[in-house]
């Protein structure tokens, strides 16, 4: 990251088409062209449209920054400017200049960190001689799919637009002092987008998008269950781990373990084997409805015995009557025991099948306890599969390791970024090698590149990691900015998922870290065994549980070192 006060690196744009670059605050994302005057893409979390194939996706919505200048009545082209742009990490910027046609353009794109509906983009002009310059301010609609549903003008605001996605059976009634409206459901989304072109000198003028969106309501089929709802809930688990926000676990972490761990139980199957959990699609979507996923298994494991650890330390505990081995019942209906209005008063949006699950606050006031015991008895007896005659864990019970294809490591995943452990270890480190011997049918997966990396680490094999990295990281590289496009020669970067499985791998997997319950000093929970080549890794201040803190990784260690700053 650009730090304050040093150089920024400018990069001259001869290719007008190059890459776009990403600027993005969480709520809004654009990918701005090389030129204001050209339309990018615009995208907004949360906001949804039907694909042809009936799937839901984020949508992608109309550019709301386009900019237009006129000298003497002519509109001007971006073949006539040449171009310099460059990123300023430190503020979040997109710096822009033009030069040509006797004026010097500058813009300076950013969405708001502390407004997130606001992405902004300010326009500065010199002239080199006396002429009439105007600027306009435009949204560009033909990149997206929907329709406009209605525009209108504003005293404050040059105008603001509502537009409705592909899909959306939602219609938003809008206020000229804001965006006011309900949802009637539907598969897609709807977006009041509002655009002001405020003049703040004579060569200066900003152009402000606000977005604000309202959400789909979908049916959600458990015919064919996802291992998605396991990974969120794994993930809340680590954040309660790493902010240690009583209040936030409390009121939001809870509830959602609380539910997940209750659908859980009412997925599994009693057999003769034990707990399985059948129909469902794993990491490997090309394997669809299998029976007994290891994967979505083991995350169904680790979620029910943290959760039911978790339910004990927030003072929880709540022996079932039922005994340790809960019957195949396990997941019947819990009656709705909040005291009354419990939740109305503070504007309760879920639906009527949720709201009558008692949420954390309430316990102690009358709510049932949380069946801790049945959480952990289905843990402990979630059917794992595992070849005996080769000693491998496998995809699932009808996967035939001697036909693999392209074989995607899906098992792996529970070891990292997930965090069992088999109780054999050679079964666990038999599995690792398994995938391992069949890297080059699955490397081009972006996403498992990183990921390759750190088990071949754990298996010691730092020239294999050195290799996944390369083949997974480097060649997925694009210029000027060095974004992560999804396959190779791709030219559509910003693909995050790539990056974002890069610095897991850099912050987590490669360190040895496994965050927990326990002091930060003792998170470290495997040797650092970096790829060959690599010394160390250091990150000068992580926040921990709201403290500053460094992360020294240097191979061979026995553990990575958190030290409080």
């Known amino acids: 990251m650009q730090a304050a006060g040093t150089d920024v690196k400018t990069h001259e744009l001869n290719n007008l088409s190059a890459p776009p670059a990403c600027v993005a605050n969480g709520l809004i994302g654009l990918l701005a062209p090389s030129t204001p005057l050209r339309s990018g893409e615009a995208r907004v979390n949360g906001c949804y449209e039907m694909q042809t194939d009936q799937c839901d996706c984020i949508a992608l919505l109309p550019y709301p920054l386009l900019l237009g200048i006129s000298v003497d009545g002519e509109t001007l082209s971006e073949e006539t400017f040449a171009v310099k742009q460059h990123y300023n990490f430190a503020n979040g910027e997109l710096c822009t200049e033009l030069s040509g046609n006797d004026l010097e353009v500058g813009t300076v794109l950013f969405a708001s960190r502390t407004m997130p509906t606001v992405a902004v983009q300010r326009t500065s002009v010199k002239a080199g001689r006396s002429l009439s310059l105007s600027f306009t301010a435009s949204i560009d609609t033909k990149p997206a799919r929907g329709r406009l549903l209605g525009k209108e003008t504003h005293r404050h605001l040059d105008w603001y637009c509502h537009w409705r996605t592909d899909g959306a059976a939602t219609m938003w009634s809008g206020k000229r002092t804001g965006a006011h409206g309900t949802s009637c459901g539907g598969g897609g989304s709807c977006l009041t987008v509002r655009v002001m072109s405020g003049r703040i000198s004579p060569t200066r003028r900003s152009s402000i998008c606000t977005a604000t969106r309202t959400p789909p309501r979908r049916a959600v089929s458990h ?19 790493v902010s240690d926000d009583d209040a936030f676990v409390r009121n939001s972490v809870w509830p959602l373990l609380e539910e997940v761990c209750r659908f859980l139980c009412s997925r599994v199957e009693h057999t003769e084997r034990g707990y399985e959990i059948k129909h469902v699609i794993g990491i490997d979507e090309c394997l669809i409805d299998v029976d007994n996923n290891a994967y979505t298994n083991i995350a169904a494991k680790l979620v029910l015995s943290e959760t039911a650890a978790l339910a004990e330390r927030l003072g929880m505990i709540a022996p079932t009557a039922r005994g340790d081995a809960p019957p195949p019942g396990v997941g019947a209906a819990h009656e709705d025991v909040r005291p009354p209005g419990a939740g ?30 049945e959480w952990r008895a289905v843990s402990d007896g979630l059917v794992v599969p595992v070849d005996e005659k080769r000693g ?33 270890a050679s079964i666990q480190e038999a599995t690792c090698d398994y995938h391992l011997g069949l890297m080059d049918t699955a490397i081009d997966y972006p996403m498992l590149a990183s990921l390759f990396g750190v088990w071949a680490c754990r298996r010691g094999r730092r ?18 900015y060095l974004s992560f496009s999804e396959h190779r020669k791709d030219d559509k970067p910003n693909f995050l998922t790539n990056p974002g499985g890069f610095l897991t791998a850099c912050l987590y997997g490669l360190t040895g870290i496994q965050v927990g319950p326990e002091e930060p000093e003792g998170w470290g929970k495997h040797p650092v065994v970096l790829p060959q080549g690599w010394e160390s890794i250091e990150v000068e201040r992580i926040w921990i549980r709201g403290r500053p803190a460094s992360l020294t990784a240097r191979d061979g260690a026995s553990k990575a070192d958190v030290a409080w700053l």
């Open 223 to 241: 015919r064919t269950g996802s291992r998605v709802t396991m990974d969120i809930a794994f993930a809340a688990l680590q954040y309660a781990y």
């Open 344 to 373: 109305a008063a503070r504007g309760d949006v879920r639906p009527p099948e949720m709201r009558r699950r008692p949420a954390a606050l309430q316990v102690g006031r009358g709510a049932v306890r949380p069946p801790v015991a």
């Open 392 to 424: 491998i864990i496998l995809k699932n019970d009808t996967y035939d390791p001697d036909d693999p294809g392209r074989c995607i490591p899906e098992t792996c995943a529970a070891f990292f970024p997930l965090t069992y452990r088999h109780p054999d």
């Open 463 to 480: 020239d294999v990691a050195l290799e996944c990295f390369t083949k997974g990281i480097m060649e997925f590289l694009c210029d000027p």
